[in-house]
């Protein structure tokens, strides 16, 4: 986990900005989390207290305040198609880990890594499209800091018979339109230089943004909930 002399990812350039792979309009039956007016679907999560939200939104995007923490939807989801675009800082500062470092937690708990990994190198498990702490992507589909850049992902929530797992959760991710993840079975909720293993939790929960002190910009998200029949 983390080690440096992981292979890393091949570089691969998605299409440009101005013609994304990913129009990112959502379906009729897709739930809107961000229109780019305002925070009304999301709260801070910080401490393991729900406060009001407080990223900054402006010009149609919201942006990670740094010092405050991680913010997740009111909403809840299991299996779910998520789309969401992201830009990090125009004007990088720091390396590795330490450059535009965000994340979007499905369920709060299961993570696919943000961060500016154009031109900046990593720990493979931990660049942009990785199941953090698990799996690299299968290529480097980043664009440059300040560009924007979108996540598609299909994810299958974990199923639980009482405290054993009955089911691991999988999850598929393009990032502007390229194939980082193909139904890869996670080993469990993101941890920090830790091996993962599952705690049985509920079948739905909010989607979280994680604060990680650098002003990482969201907009577009939207979500639809799948029944993928599985039990």
Request: charged fraction near 20%; aromatic fraction near 8%.
């Amino acid at each position: 986990m983390h080690d440096d002399s992981r292979p890393r990812p091949r570089i691969v350039s998605p299409g440009t900005a101005s013609t994304p792979a990913s129009p990112g309009q959502p379906p009729s039956d897709a739930t809107v989390l961000f229109d780019g007016k305002d925070l009304a679907n999301w709260e801070q999560r910080r401490r393991g207290e729900t406060l009001p939200p407080v990223w900054k939104v402006e010009n149609g995007y919201m942006e990670v305040v740094p010092g405050t923490g991680g913010h997740i939807t009111k909403q809840r989801f299991g299996d779910v198609q998520l789309h969401i675009e992201w830009a990090t800082p125009a004007q990088p500062s720091g390396n590795s880990q330490a450059r535009g470092n965000s994340g979007v937690l499905i369920m709060g708990l299961y993570e696919v890594q943000i961060l500016d990994s154009y031109d900046n190198i990593s720990y493979a498990d931990g660049q942009a499209g990785a199941i953090y702490g698990q799996f690299p992507p299968l290529v480097n589909a980043a664009r440059k800091p300040g560009e924007w850049q979108t996540y598609d992902i299909i994810f299958e929530a974990p199923r639980f018979d009482g405290d054993e797992l009955a089911r691991p959760a999988f999850a598929t991710v393009l990032h502007n339109g390229v194939l980082l993840h193909h139904h890869r079975e996670l080993l469990g909720p993101m941890r920090h230089r830790r091996v993962s293993e599952y705690v049985p939790h509920e079948p739905e929960l909010g989607l979280l943004l994680q604060g990680h002190g650098n002003p990482v910009r969201y907009r577009k998200i939207w979500a639809r909930r799948l029944d993928l029949h599985h039990s």
